[in-house]
């Protein structure tokens, strides 16, 4: 909407000052780390961080988070350039209006954990990169309802793939969670900023279909290796959570 009234560099300045000002807020605010047990030995936190690359369910987790973010940067990040476009040509504004997909995920989120303790942590991420792939394929069609409802119920399954993610993460690492949590979240922004880049190789030729396509390849990666590598874990084990439980944890 800034950029509509007063330009790109205004917009900007605008996005500096609320960074800014969060940057304030998390410093103020947000409560010192409890039960965290501090590693003073470099080489042990090296060696540690080396035995869960080892680990099979934790190496494919780490590829699991690197894919979700992939797949969610790729789509949000082409899809203003797709909207921009013949058939739809949105403005600035519309353009920024259709990242209020996100906001049927805030209603998913908080019910995820408990969703996923019921049905298990496999199940939970096979449904939900269904759902994502399913949601995808449906930003292919020239109307703009569907492009929106692909994006949110799209956004939705990727949220609850990452809560089961890191909510499997912190059961299978059983030392050392907070470098498991540190590897996860590295790998997982990796993915978030090649989805920002590799789809672009594909644009030139093949527009939004070449990016559909390459989420969806990311989002069968996905799904293989949960199903080839996650465990079935009990229901005892089987908790709602997060990275902030992993981190809370130590």
Do not use: K
């Not at 690197?66 to 949000?76: G, R």
């Not at 292919?140 to 119920?153: H, K, S, T, Y």
């Not at 644009?203 to 990311?218: E, K, P, Q, S």
Request: charged residues 10%; aromatic residues 10%; hydrophobic residues 60%.
């Amino acid at each position: 909407m800034v950029t509509d009234v007063a330009g790109w560099r205004a917009a900007f300045s605008v996005l500096a000052g609320l960074t800014l000002f969060c940057a304030v807020a998390v410093w103020r605010m947000l409560p010192p780390a409890q039960r965290f047990l501090r590693q003073d030995d470099l080489g042990a936190a090296a060696r540690a961080a080396a035995g869960h690359a080892v680990n099979p369910r934790l190496v494919a987790t780490f590829a699991i988070g690197f894919n979700l973010l992939f797949m969610l940067v790729a789509m949000f990040s082409y899809v203003s350039f797709h909207l921009a476009a013949a058939p739809f040509r949105l403005g600035a504004t519309a353009l920024g209006l259709v990242y209020l997909a996100y906001l049927p995920s805030l209603a998913v989120i908080p019910s995820a954990g408990a969703w996923i303790g019921r049905i298990g942590h496999r199940r939970a991420l096979r449904l939900a990169l269904l759902a994502v792939a399913g949601r995808a394929a449906l930003t292919l069609l020239a109307d703009l309802p569907a492009v929106m409802a692909g994006l949110a119920i799209g956004s939705g399954g990727l949220f609850i793939a990452q809560t089961a993610a890191t909510s499997y993460l912190g059961v299978e690492a059983v030392t050392a969670r907070s470098s498991a949590a540190g590897l996860y979240a590295s790998l997982y922004y990796v993915g978030g900023s090649l989805g920002g880049v590799l789809p672009g190789l594909l644009w030139r030729r093949f527009h939004w279909t070449g990016c559909i396509l390459l989420v969806l390849l990311a989002d069968a990666i996905a799904l293989a290796l949960g199903a080839r590598w996650w465990r079935e874990l009990p229901a005892a084990a089987t908790r709602p959570s997060g990275v902030g439980w992993i981190l809370g944890r130590g």
